[in-house]
């Protein structure tokens, strides 16, 4: 894994300020498109490119499952991570309907589901075991398993580069996963379980307190774990969180610009940054979940994200979501008249 600390690149500065200069010069009132100059200026800096771009996205979803699932944390069965699997094969999940209609590739690694689904059309193989160990209990994952999940993640963002994305989402499913996800972000921002767990796929109060109760047996087994984001990743994460940290660092070292998801991703997103803070600059947030903790998260890594639409599925769906509103920043910074052009008075 010493890839992991290759060097990041840094987005290209002098295409920020032109970009920004470009948006100062547009025919409207400087600012007047609050946050869609920002995200326009942002992809022109990142993309390095004077017309910045959100019309090829790769979408890639990891799946895998949780051991942790046995302790009782989530409203639905394990076995819904591979019927999912099979469901974004055939083209009927919100994520399948949502890449369509936005003319996205879409792909699936399956990380370590329990059973193996098999060969399916549009399903890679990357599998890292058959679920992770229970947090509760163990560790979630082997070094060797860490390392092949967050290898899932880099060869897809390769691939995503290769086909020349202009962004890359990535999505996660994996029954029990806000489990993880909360468990990370409890350990890297040293903050209470009863603070960060929250209802996921559909726990009532009873559920969550009972998830918060889990995650603070698992969290008492470790010191220490503020600094080592390597060991909260493998002891308390899955092996799809483990893929999209590593899809992040690689985005990072690529160039290539990332929209992150929601409640799991952004999990990733915690680990990727604390791993390596320049990753940060090549991450745009597309919603904040209805997850109640993902708030905190978000606020740790100073994001504001684009929507707030009170999703909560995962999947990618809510990257996928915000979508159009970068391709709507992007045509207006590429397509609106300049003062000078127009022969409009400028104030
Ligand atoms: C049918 C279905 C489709 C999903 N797609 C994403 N998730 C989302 O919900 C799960 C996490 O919530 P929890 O920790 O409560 O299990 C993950 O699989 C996540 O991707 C789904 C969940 C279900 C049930
Ligand atoms: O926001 C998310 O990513 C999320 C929230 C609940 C369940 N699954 C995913």
């Known amino acids: 894994m010493e890839w992991l600390s290759n060097t990041l690149k840094v987005p ?4 920020q300020s032109a970009a920004l200069e470009r948006q100062m010069q547009l025919t409207k009132p400087p600012g007047s498109l609050g ?3 920002d995200v326009a200026v942002r992809l022109s800096a990142m993309q390095g490119s004077e017309k910045p771009s959100a019309e ?3 979408i890639t979803i990891f799946a895998a499952d949780h051991g942790v699932v046995a302790a009782g944390v989530s409203a639905f069965p394990q076995e819904v991570t591979v019927q999912m699997v099979a469901n974004f094969s055939a ?4 994520i399948s309907v949502l890449a369509k209609t936005l003319g996205a590739s879409l792909q699936v690694v399956d990380v370590g589901t329990v059973t193996d689904p098999g060969t399916m059309p549009g399903v890679i193989s990357r599998r890292a075991g058959h679920g992770t160990g229970n947090l509760h209990k ?3 994952m ?3 398993q860490l390392a092949i999940a967050m290898n899932a993640g880099r060869e897809a963002v390769l691939q995503a580069k290769e086909m020349a994305a202009d962004l890359f989402i990535g999505g ?3 029954i029990g996963n806000t489990t993880p996800a909360a468990a990370i972000a409890c350990a890297l921002l040293g903050a209470d379980p009863v603070d960060l767990a929250g209802p996921g796929t559909g726990l009532d109060a009873e559920g969550v307190s009972h998830k918060a109760q889990v995650l603070q047996q698992a969290l008492q087994r470790y010191e220490g774990l503020e600094s080592e984001p390597l060991k909260v990743l493998r002891c308390l994460g899955g092996f799809e969180i483990a893929a999209l940290t590593g899809a992040y660092i690689s985005c990072a070292q690529q160039g290539l610009p990332v929209l992150v998801d929601g409640y799991i991703t952004t999990a990733a997103a915690l680990v990727a940054v604390k791993l390596q803070p320049g990753v940060k600059d090549w991450l745009i947030f597309s919603h904040r979940s209805a997850e109640p903790g993902h708030k905190a998260m978000l606020e740790a890594l100073d994001a504001e994200p684009l929507l707030d639409m009170g999703m909560r599925l995962g999947e990618g769906s809510g990257a996928a979501t915000a979508v159009p509103m970068l391709r709507v920043a992007c045509d207006l910074h ?3 008249a300049t003062f000078a052009d127009a022969g409009v008075a400028e104030g």
Do not use: F, H, P, Y
């Not at 290209?12 to 295409?15: E, G, Q």
């Open 142 to 144: 082997t070094s060797e």
């Open 91 to 94: 083209g009927g999940a919100a």
């Open 138 to 140: 163990q560790d979630a």
């Open 334 to 336: 590429n397509g609106m």
């Open 35 to 37: 946050r869609l100059e």
């Open 12 to 15: 290209d500065v002098a295409l």
């Open 172 to 174: 996660d499913m994996g």
């Open 56 to 58: 090829k996205i790769n």
